[in-house]
Structure formats: structure tokens, C-alpha cells
């Protein structure tokens, strides 16, 4: 079975300094890898997703991940933060193969806060 | 296009008391899914559909009930709510099946129903 671990679940940062949100996967098949958004009290929006190709993805807001195979990872990084963007920000896979293939599993989320 | 429409939005049950949470898609999308969000521990699954008339448990099923009688609507059932209970819950749908090479693998979410048990 998959599984998603985001290895912060606060990040405190100032706006238009740069910000890193970390996610590690685990899965013994081939997977798809999102990020989603959570704005209070709303529900979830994509930011990106990874499919195939280039390992560097970017989605909407100047958001961009990386896809790190040998690392099992897929981390989120913003250059330059604003207010706007404090959020909830969840990673998610989707495993292509075997019993649990098209579950979208997530991980416990990270609270991004900027601070003006 | 509505989307991903879930009703109600807010509930409040008393122990004991039952209810239907209602997800309805207009996306003609296969996958469905509830989960429930509770602070520090993300979404977790509670049930999914890959399809009209087909139902699987997901990670956390205990206390729920589903049903996917229409393609377009996924109800999620409490038999018997518990204050354990009292949580945010979302319905998502998808496409369908996900294989190497697909491209529409995203999935869409309703706005989420509060639901407090006393």
C-alpha cells in the first residue's frame, strides 16, 4: 500500500522570503504525485501534479515541485511567498498498479503561514 | 458546470441519530470518493466507488455505510452517529481508471459538510 508523509506540519515563514514544503512517498509501484491547496474553509484545489517527463512541474500561484525518484520525494517550493498564500497544502498519490490502483491517498497536510 | 456538489453543508446530529450525506457530480466521472478531515491527520479515506453499483472500502469505513445507485451521485450514510464522528467530510470524483499515460488524473472536491455530533 501507498503512503504520503509530510514531514512538517507547520511552516511559519515572511512574506516574499522563499518557502519549501516537504513530501515523501512510499510505494512499491509506479505512482502519480499531486499538490493540493486548502484555503479556510473552503475545500481542495489542484496546484500541480506530476505524470512523466521533466521532474520539475510547475502549477498555478509560481508554485513548482521536483520529483525525486531515488528519494521518494516531491517537495513544493514558492521563490517568493505572499499573504495570499497561507493555506493548508496536502501531497497526494495515486498508485497506477496493483490492489489499491486509483486510490488517491494524502498525506496529514502542512499549514503554511506568512507573516507580513 | 456545477462540478462536485455536496449536500448539506453544515449538520448537527445527536448521538444515536442517523443521516445522508449526498455527493453529486455532473463530470460523468467513474471514481468517487468520501473522505473525512479532521485537524492533524489530513484526509482519510472512508469509502469509494470505481464505477455505478460498485462500493470498496478505504481506510477508515467503521460507523459509514455508501451507495452508488446513479453514476452521478455517491451517498454517504451514518447508521448511528457518534461524537467520534463529528468531522468535515468531502466527497471527490475522478475520471476513472489511472494508467501510465494518462493525463485527466486530477481529482475534484465538493466544498466539504461540517457535521457535529452531540
Known amino acids: 500500500a501507498q503512503s504520503v508523509t509530510q514531514l512538517d506540519s507547520q511552516v511559519p515563514v515572511f512574506e516574499e522570503a522563499p518557502v519549501e514544503l516537504r513530501c515523501n512517498y512510499s510505494?512499491?509501484?509506479?505512482?502519480?504525485l499531486f499538490w493540493y491547496v486548502q484555503y479556510p474553509n473552503q475545500g481542495l484545489q489542484l496546484l500541480l501534479k506530476?505524470?512523466?517527463?521533466?521532474?520539475l512541474v510547475k502549477g498555478i500561484n509560481g508554485f513548482e515541485a521536483e520529483f525525486n525518484k531515488s528519494q521518494t520525494s516531491f517537495h513544493l517550493r514558492k521563490p517568493s511567498v505572499h499573504i495570499s498564500d497561507t493555506a493548508e497544502y496536502f501531497c497526494?498519490?495515486?498508485?497506477?498498479?496493483?490492489?489499491?490502483?486509483?486510490?488517491?491517498?494524502f498525506g496529514k497536510g502542512t499549514k503554511l503561514s506568512v507573516k507580513p | 458546470n456545477a462540478g462536485v456538489t455536496q449536500t448539506p453543508k453544515f449538520r448537527v446530529l445527536k448521538t444515536g441519530q442517523s443521516m445522508t450525506l449526498l455527493c453529486a457530480q455532473d463530470?460523468?466521472?467513474?471514481?468517487m470518493y468520501w473522505y473525512r478531515q479532521d485537524p492533524g491527520m489530513g484526509l482519510r479515506l472512508i469509502h469509494y466507488?470505481?464505477?455505478?453499483?460498485?462500493?470498496a472500502k478505504g481506510e477508515v469505513p467503521d460507523g459509514y455505510n455508501v451507495s452508488r445507485l446513479k453514476k452521478q451521485n455517491f451517498l454517504l450514510g451514518l447508521e448511528s452517529a457518534a461524537p467520534s464522528q463529528t468531522s468535515v467530510y468531502f466527497c471527490?470524483?475522478?475520471?476513472?481508471?489511472?494508467?501510465?499515460?494518462?493525463?485527466?488524473?486530477?481529482?475534484?472536491f465538493g466544498q466539504g459538510t461540517r457535521l457535529t455530533v452531540v
Open positions: 466507488s470505481v464505477g455505478e453499483g460498485t462500493t
Open positions: 497526494a498519490v495515486i498508485s497506477l498498479y496493483g490492489g489499491s490502483q486509483g486510490n488517491l491517498i
Open positions: 463530470m460523468n466521472h467513474e471514481y
Open positions: 510505494s512499491s509501484v509506479s505512482v502519480y
Open positions: 471527490a470524483s475522478r475520471i476513472g481508471r489511472t494508467w501510465a499515460g494518462s493525463r485527466n488524473t486530477e481529482a475534484f
Open positions: 506530476y505524470l512523466s517527463g521533466s521532474t
